[in-house]
């Protein structure tokens, strides 16, 4: 860990993220910032695989793709229209979770994927995706990914894509039906990051967006295994609450800056934000809660990406974040319980047993 800067809010474990780098928080709590940084990482990374096995591969086998059809001219759904025409730069969008409703929209307004290229399979020797070859199972289609689409988004970003910014790579490949009728484009692209495998709007050209994974002030991140998740409305259980965000290129060049300036730099900001935001400088003494942020890593900030968000939320000691429900501008339940404002004089007075009488005043100490 950094070496600590003075503070009145103490710093936390990192985030994830994307969810990417791991929070940063107090020491005195004892949350280990790489602990948190691969628990979120493993997350992540179980939440993608589910995402592209349920939701991005459409030419998986079902009962509904056995179904026999009279020969002649090959069935053609709105998916495999809009999909086959889709170029690169387009961006698509779907509202059904089969994507029968498949449809290209204008990339300043909201969408689920932007097309970085179309890689035609039929092109590369041998019989695996000849004519009458099977589609490529999950795993296959995963390394196909990894074959060519990484390196297809990074040269529609011209070399600046971030690993751990707010996009994943995705593909999308034919449907069943069309793949037996002879499709083998595949259609790499980008599609917006999260932890629980849903596919979110993005609004925008990938190619013209800060890549950084920040959100709005106001935005709790939900909680799955005391780990920060997705957005969630903060009347639901939260692991934490975004109160700024702040631009670190306002301060460093185009050198990467050392994790301690970064960590100086973001104390410094949140310290000064955070009180605009909650309504007062004792809001998060006063609701036990502590200040968390993130770090930039030399690859995100190469690739663009300087932004980062000050949180707040409730560290354990268990490794991991407590449940909050509320927003931290109003009332709040930490494990479902009011916070207790610590006393202001630095001194507290056991509170009595149940059925105890309360207890005595305390004398006055004489003078010496």
Known sequence: MPTEQPSPFPRAPRRGASSRAVLRRSVDLHLSAPTVRWGLIAVATGAVIAAMVTLFLTGFDSKKNLEAHPPGAPVQTML?????????????????????????????NEHKFE???????????????????????????????????????????????DPQGKYLV????????????GDRTLHCGLQGATKTGTTPLTTGSATEQDQSKVYEPGVCLGINQNLPTDPVDCAQPHAVEIVSTIDLGTRFDSTPPPKEEQDKFMNEECTRTAPDYLGGPDVIRDKTLTMFFDYI?????????????????????????????????????INGQAPIPP?????????????????????????R
């Open 80 to 108: 495999d229209k809009e999909l086959s025409a889709a170029a690169m730069g387009d961006c698509l969008s779907w509202s059904k979770p089969d994507r029968s409703d498949l449809f290209e929209v204008n990339c300043s």
């Open 115 to 161: 097309v970085a290229a179309e890689i035609d399979l039929s092109r590369y020797p041998g019989k695996e995706f000849g004519p009458g070859s099977r589609a490529p199972d999950v795993l296959r289609a995963t390394e196909l990914k990894e074959e060519h689409c990484v390196p297809a988004v990074q040269k529609y970003l011209g070399g600046r894509f």
């Open 170 to 181: 995705q593909l999308m490949y034919p449907s069943q039906e069309a793949w037996k009728h």
């Open 297 to 333: 890593d030399a690859r995100s900030w190469m690739a663009g990406s300087h932004k980062l968000n000050c949180m707040i939320g409730k560290g354990t000691d268990r490794e991991g974040f407590a449940p909050i429900v509320g927003s931290a501008k109003g009332d709040i339940l």
């Open 343 to 367: 006393p202001k004089n630095g001194r507290s007075t056991p509170a009595p047993l149940p059925g105890a009488a309360p207890l005595p005043p305390q004398p006055e100490p004489r003078p």
